[in-house]
């Protein structure tokens, strides 16, 4: 069995490597559910490292998290799913703090838990409720929480579960901190990896999802089929004129 130690380091070591890519998700996903048995200890490491590493490490952690649910749901290792579900509230107030230093990443945390939401990994009321829980935290200075720390209400709900974080913590300690400025560095990787994902995304839009692996069944041929008009008086002209026209470069063809 592998050691317990070895193996939260090499994750810790993966999960800060983390980019737009999609193989470095994937690497970090499959090494994950390999090491299954330490799922719980794996997933601390991952809230470990929302809380201590850049705005766009949290990024790209969230962005993580599709691709580990997705990984294991194909091998039907459910527990990172329900820890994921369960420690959603914590997750997005890390990415996202209600301090408006994570501003940049609430777009992020939207697209994620919407895609979550497709996936069925995160129930509907869940991702609406969130939604509205961060509104207004993509603008820096922008509204908190309305349950303060220490209130009767913030002992019960989502706010508690949210705010019992280390950095939520030190935040309430010390008041709200201040703009936090990225430098060059950041913003230019920022920006190379989100054009990264747009471009992934730009090559996947056109796929047809194909719900069954019966080899009969061709889901992007249904779809053309579906989406395909009656034919009509007019598509026999239109099939006429082509004809002629291939026969008149064939002509020409022969005549050279």
Not at 110 to 117: A, F, H, I, P
Not at 144 to 163: C, I
Not at 236 to 248: F, H, L, S, T
Request: aromatic fraction near 6%; hydrophobic fraction near 35%.
């Amino acid at each position: 069995m592998a050691d317990p130690f070895e193996v939260r380091m090499k994750f810790t070591s993966q999960i800060q490597h983390l980019n737009a890519s999609t193989t470095s998700a994937l690497k970090c996903a499959h090494y994950a559910l390999k090491h299954a048995p330490f799922a719980e200890d794996l997933h601390s490491c991952i809230l470990e490292q929302l809380e201590r590493n850049s705005l766009n490490l949290r990024a790209n952690i969230m962005y993580f998290l599709p691709s580990l649910c997705d990984a294991a749901k194909a091998q039907n290792e459910w527990s990172y799913v329900r820890m994921m579900e369960r420690d959603i509230l914590r997750i997005v107030d890390l990415v996202a703090p209600e301090d408006g230093s994570g501003a940049a990443n609430v777009k992020v945390v939207r697209k994620v838990l919407k895609g979550l939401e497709g996936r069925g990994f995160l129930q509907g009321q869940t991702v609406v409720e969130l939604e509205e829980w961060i509104s207004g935290r993509d603008a820096v200075g922008g509204p908190v929480s309305p349950l303060p720390a220490g209130s009767a209400g913030a002992e019960e709900g989502t706010a508690s579960v949210a705010r019992n974080t280390p950095v939520s913590v030190q935040r309430e300690a010390y008041g709200s901190a201040p703009t936090i400025k990225l430098d060059k560095r950041q913003i230019e990787q920022r920006i190379e990896e989100d054009r990264e994902r747009h471009k992934r995304a730009r090559e996947g839009i056109w796929a047809v999802q194909q719900g069954s692996t019966r080899l009969d069944e061709d889901a992007e041929c249904g779809k053309l089929w579906a989406e395909t008009s009656d034919v009509e008086e007019d598509d026999y002209e239109i099939a006429k004129e082509e004809a002629e026209e291939r026969r008149e470069c064939l002509r020409f063809e022969v005549a050279c």
